[in-house]
């Protein structure tokens, strides 16, 4: 069983950059693709962004994050990052990482096993 705790978030202004971190405890953490997921106020858990198991060496991306955002692993230090740059206001949310025992992970929240419970990250105009 993995643990994730997110870090990272806060307050930002439109075109700034921020850098989340998700950090596992327990289980064997290369063997889980991991994905970010984001949640607006009223609104339902989108995808953002993933990285295969292992080595990572396959990154994909929501259309909103495409081109801003880049993710990165660690397994040595048991960290996934997510890079956001060129942040705008309709990137405020709360930020969520999630681990998956499926090699790609996935874009949808029922393909993750385990959650962290989330970083705010609030974008000002």
């Known amino acids: 069983q993995v643990q994730l705790v997110e870090s990272g978030g806060g307050l930002v202004q439109a075109g700034g950059s921020l850098r989340l971190s998700c950090t596992a405890s327990g289980g064997p953490f290369s063997e889980y693709a991991v994905g970010w997921f984001r949640q607006a106020t009223g609104e339902e858990r989108k995808f953002v962004a993933a990285?295969?198991?292992?080595?990572?060496?396959?990154?994909y991306f929501s259309d909103s994050a495409k081109g801003r955002f880049t993710i990165t692993r660690d397994n040595g230090k048991k960290l996934v990052h997510l890079q956001m740059n060129s942040l705008q206001p309709e990137d405020t949310a709360i930020y969520f990482c999630?681990?998956?025992?499926?090699?790609?992970?996935?874009?949808?929240?029922?393909?993750?096993?385990?959650w962290g419970q989330g970083t705010q990250v609030t974008v000002s105009s």
């Open positions: 999630a681990a998956s025992d499926r090699v790609a992970g996935g874009r949808r929240t029922h393909e993750y096993e385990y």
């Open positions: 990285i295969t198991w292992r080595s990572g060496q396959i990154t």
